[in-house]
């Protein structure tokens, strides 16, 4: 099988179609790679002016992103316009789950006719948790003095950004007069900050609607077919030029119009899109063995729902959550899976659901969870297929060797003491059981994920953990305690530590 190179952008749309998402997919298609789309933010605009900006839901926009790379093979993101913290936070979610190879950001805060597209509160969140993700940065000079919070020199404004943990950074100087227009591109490595001054002839044109949209666009592109940083940055400047030429004394509207994205020649003369081969598994963006550090399963008492403990453990901070309801029937448990999934992607948080693999694809679970009685791991997967996150129960290592064998992604491996929200419990292994277990894994090249489930307390985690467990499930004990989600996000400190 083979696929496209591909790039996602995540952007506000622009009618007038020369910046936003309309230009970020015409540079895409431009340069070979395939273009996708999360659009953040509908501006009403055209070449003179940006009337107003209207955001999408929160939710929508998570979706969208999360959408696209749990299905498609994703080469480098590109993120232009996002208008406030709300959005920007589940932009910042959605990547934190599915980091791609290359995350370009441009952080868009004024557009060409002069109208504020970022509001104040977004600033901080770009600064302390958007940049550190991003390979590089593309502000023009205004931004970066903006994130810099200085307006000295060019030099003092990338030491202050390089240092909010940015690797890369590329400063626009396209607001410069003069005869040429130079960026200034830093590099971080870890014995300095390598600068390399990119200068071109200024192209006497006010077609420059979507400039700085082209060329991180542009830059994302050429990250995507496999080219390195400093040689993305070149070619891209040099195909930015290139339009602005082939497009300077072109008119689309009555202000500043757009570059001319498809010009002949140049450094698109031998471009089309470039395929490679297909790997099913790349949908499968996360890493499991971190991903499944901490799991929370589903349980209810006198006082606490199934879906509010859900609700409880992921205000707490797990990011794993499996629904098991066996006393309900399966319209109870889809009622409650449809309330819980969306709340778990605000959050971040993978979504499995015990036993009903039909149910689990029906309605957009990331995986199924199946018990020894339940469906085999291997008919499971030929029905879900291989992006589908599919668990299985064990309890000796006869139980791992055919789960491995079958092809899950993971091993529930337990009871380690014995524990009231499971019926027909199986033996409980203790420490000892998991370290013979795990003894027998390495000696058989096994490398899966093994979570220790049954009657675990945040006690217990400490000795789990050194045992060599990749992670641990709990439930009652949470929900036992007075204060549920403090006692989860206690969890998560010792997981983390």
Known sequence: MKRYVTALTIAGSDPSGGAGIQADLKTFSALGVYGASAITAVTVQNTQSVKYVHKLPTQVVYDQIVTVMEDVAVDAVKIGMVND??????????????????????PVMVSTSGCALMQPDA???MKERLLPMADLVTPNLPEAWTLAGTDTSVDDAAQAILRLGVKALLIKGGHAGGKTKTDYLYIYKGEGVKRVELSAET???????????????AIA???????????????AKEYLTEALKAGADVHVGQGHG???HFYEGGIMRSLAYKIVPFDCK????YDLKIASRLQFITHFTDKYSYYDSAMMALEGGCRWIQLRMKDADEAEIERVARLILPECRRKGAVFVIDDHVE??????????????????VNEARRLAGDGFIIGGTANTFEDVQRLVAQGADYIGCGPFRFTTTKKNLAPMLGIEGYK?????????????PLIAIGGITSDDIPQLMAAGVSGIALSGSVLRAENPVEEMRKVVEKIKN
């Open 203 to 217: 192209v006497d044109t006010v077609n420059t609607h979507g400039t700085g949209c082209t060329l991180s666009s």
């Open 282 to 285: 790349t949908s499968k963006q």
């Open 123 to 125: 600033l901080a969140v």
């Open 436 to 448: 013979r277990i795990l003894s027998q894994m390495k000696e058989h090249g096994i490398g899966l």
């Open 359 to 376: 149910m689990a694809l029906r309605v957009g679970a990331d995986g199924v969870h199946l018990g020894k009685n339940d469906m085999p």
């Open 221 to 235: 592109a050429l990250l995507a077919r496999g080219n390195g940083l400093e040689d993305a940055v070149r070619q």
């Open 258 to 260: 757009p570059v001319c």
């Open 85 to 106: 913290a709300e959005t920007l936070d589940v932009v910042v979610r959605a990547l934190t789950a599915y980091r791609p190879k290359f995350l370009v950001v441009d």
